[in-house]
Every structure is written in C-alpha cells, then in structure tokens.
C-alpha cells in the first residue's frame, strides 16, 4: 500500500510554508496535495476557524487524505482553482503553496512510465484516469509536432533528429514502452560521461509536460492564484526547471506570465505582487542529501499587495 511516508518526501517545507505566513484563522490552499506533507505542515499552523484546500488530480494522493474538519481535498488539476473556490464559497484566500514538477512516487512507480530507468509502458498522465498518454503522443503526433515538443519542453538542440528516429521507428512498430523508445532513438547506453541519461531526462520530462498541458495549467492557476489573493496573501511556489521557474518569476515580478513590465505615468512598475525573498531559496545541502529531488529546487515567496 502506498503510505504518505512513500509517496514522497516534501520539499523545502519549513521554508515554503514559513513562506506563507500563516494566520490561524486563514484560509490556505496547497495546489499539490501529493503524500500531503505540506498539506499536514500547513494545517498544523491553523486554528479552529482556518482552513486549507488541497489539489491533486492523482488517484493514488487520495490514500494520503487527512482526516481534519478544517481540511478539503479537491480531486482536480489546480488549473480550476477559482471554480472550485467559488463552488466552496471561498472569495479570496490568504495564501497558496505549490511543489511543482514530479513527486518521487511518480517516479518510483514503474507501471506509471514517468522514469526510463524502469521499461514500462510509457503512460506519465498525472491523471491516469483521462487524456492523451505519452505513448498516444508518440506514435500520434507529426514527426514536427514532436520535434517542437522535444525543443520547446526539453530543451534539446537535435530535437529534429531524434523526431526523425521515431517517426521512422513506429512504420513498423508502434512505441508503446520505454524499450521500444530506446530501440527508435538507438540510444548508446554504453557512452561514456552519462551524457545520454542526462538527455533522456530532458526527453521524458518533454513528453511529460506535453502529456499533462503542465505549461498551461501552471499559467492558469497562477493568474487563479492572483485573482483570489487578498491583500497581504502569500504566495509561495517551488519549481524544479527553468520554464516553470520563468513563468512563476514573471508572474511575481510583473504580474504577467509573459514578463511584460507595465509602469504608470511616473515610471513605477504596476505589479499585484511584492517579492518577499529578491533571491531564490534553494535548499540546505542536508536536505539535498537526504532528498536527492531537492537538489534542483528553487522557492519564490510573493505577497499580495
């Protein structure tokens, strides 16, 4: 059975939700509720009259849920947060908490396709209950489609090289497992440097992103998120690579996911936000031992104002 404690192993918690600046009598959101460790930190933290609300499309998160008259799980990709506030009545909160990126059971799970270590059926939906899988996307797509989706989500230079592989790997066999996708890339396990893994890693987290809309749905939730802050709210949000990381940066700085700067007449930047911590919050070097996922995370804090 899958237990909080293995789900996964939250990260930056005394941080993240220092970073909230909770009042007990708050109303909070954790947009990925995940093992719920956030989730337990942050209720802990709330008196009689607070309250939080945790997203989580996974079906496997639902083991996690914790018994508390002052919490609500919302079986729900966050990118709905302002209908499901307005569903529960809620008009603005006090703040929000997100853990972007994959959580550790994901990739632990190998029947879930989200790690190439295991040869698995490549599936990597958040949600396995609906939508297109990574093997749809795979054997579906245009040999350009995926070459886009390999540059712009994974950030690979010979993104067009290796759509070429696929497109002429699945004539013959459709890609529906992590070995048949290490047979269309005729990846060279025996390089030296580990440079393949590293590539890889940048692969799956394309097909990743592309499978679950991640950009979109973080887009949507932050402009949510904005909407439903009331003045003094706190967001705080973790992100794992740089294109979440720019997004959220944006949003923070400017008030915008596209990072335009808006100034009024005197030449002040028109933002809902102020940054609380100007550099990012990584982890201490403890945590990234004990938490190898850590090692790449970056918190922001943004208070409403």
């Not at 337990?40 to 496997?60: M, V």
């Not at 067009?160 to 992590?178: F, H, M, P, V």
């Not at 390089?191 to 394309?206: E, H, I, P, S, V």
Request: charged content about 30%; aromatic content about 8%; some cysteine.
């Amino acid at each position: 059975m899958i237990t909080a404690e293995t789900y996964h192993v939250p990260v930056l918690l005394k941080e993240s939700v220092d970073g909230l600046n909770i009042q007990p009598d708050g109303i909070y959101v954790d947009v990925t509720f995940g093992g719920g460790g956030h989730s337990k930190e942050i209720l802990s933290r709330l008196g009689d009259k607070g309250h939080l609300y945790s997203f989580d499309q996974d079906a496997d998160a639902e083991n996690n849920i914790v018994a508390d008259d002052k919490f609500t799980f919302v079986r729900s990709n966050f990118r709905y947060i302002e209908n499901w506030m307005q569903y529960y009545g809620v008009e603005k909160i006090d703040g929000l908490l997100a853990d972007l990126g994959v959580s550790s059971h994901h990739f632990d799970d190998e029947t879930r396709g989200f790690s190439f270590r295991f040869d698995a059926p490549l599936d990597m939906r958040m949600n396995n209950r609906a939508g297109k899988t990574a093997a749809d996307i795979l054997n579906d797509y245009t040999e350009e489609q995926l070459a886009d989706v390999l540059y712009l989500y994974g950030e690979l230079k010979d993104s067009r090289r290796l759509a070429r592989s696929i497109a002429k790997y699945r004539q013959n066999q459709r890609i529906e497992t992590t070995q048949h996708l290490m047979d269309a890339l005729n990846i060279q396990c025996s390089a030296t440097n580990g440079l393949w893994k590293k590539d890889m890693a940048k692969f799956y987290q394309a097909l990743r992103i592309e499978v679950n809309h991640e950009m979109d749905a973080l887009r949507e939730m932050l402009i949510g998120a904005t909407n439903l802050l009331k003045e003094g709210g706190r967001l705080s949000v973790i992100t794992y690579h740089s294109l979440e990381d720019r997004i959220v940066k944006n949003v923070m700085k400017t008030g915008n996911v596209e990072g335009k700067v808006n100034q009024d007449f005197f030449g002040r930047i028109q933002t809902p936000f102020k940054l609380v911590n100007n550099k990012v919050i990584v982890p201490a070097h403890e945590e990234e031992i004990t938490n190898p996922r850590s090692r790449s995370a970056k918190l922001r804090i943004a208070e409403k104002i």
